[in-house]
């Protein structure tokens, strides 16, 4: 049974599906320099090897689950945590600052003893 594709996955820019696909490079190269097989790599990841082997070739319609559990087998769980990490997104951080108020004042009757 071929898995339904989502409307996402099928209007994806061209540049984000390059970079699935080079994900999807990226984890066949590190499962072949650790000489793990993909039946071997599928049975700790916990799935089929046909899905490996979706992953492995930039199908965007394979799940996050799916994602998560290739680099859990590589011990690169924290990548995953840090794709977004709110320290590194620095448009996030300049919107943050753009509202920041130019000028601050004490409101009346506080006292700031320190």
Do not use: C, H, W, Y
């Not at 594709?5 to 990226?26: E, F, K, N, V, Y």
């Not at 930039?58 to 290739?70: E, I, M, N, R």
């Amino acid at each position: 049974m071929m898995p339904r594709a989502s409307r996402a996955a099928s209007g994806l820019p061209p540049q984000s599906l390059r970079a699935i696909t080079q994900l999807g490079a990226d984890i066949a190269l590190a499962r072949r320099r650790r000489k793990i097989p993909q039946s071997l790599m599928a049975e700790r990841m916990l799935v089929s090897v046909q899905t490996l082997r979706r992953l492995e070739a930039g199908d965007p319609t394979v799940g996050l689950a799916v994602l998560a559990s290739a680099l859990l087998v590589f011990g690169m769980t924290n990548r995953l945590a840090d794709l977004v990490a709110s320290d590194s997104d620095r448009a996030g951080m300049s919107e943050d600052l753009a509202r920041l108020p130019k000028r601050t004042r004490v409101p009346a009757g506080e006292d700031l003893d320190f």
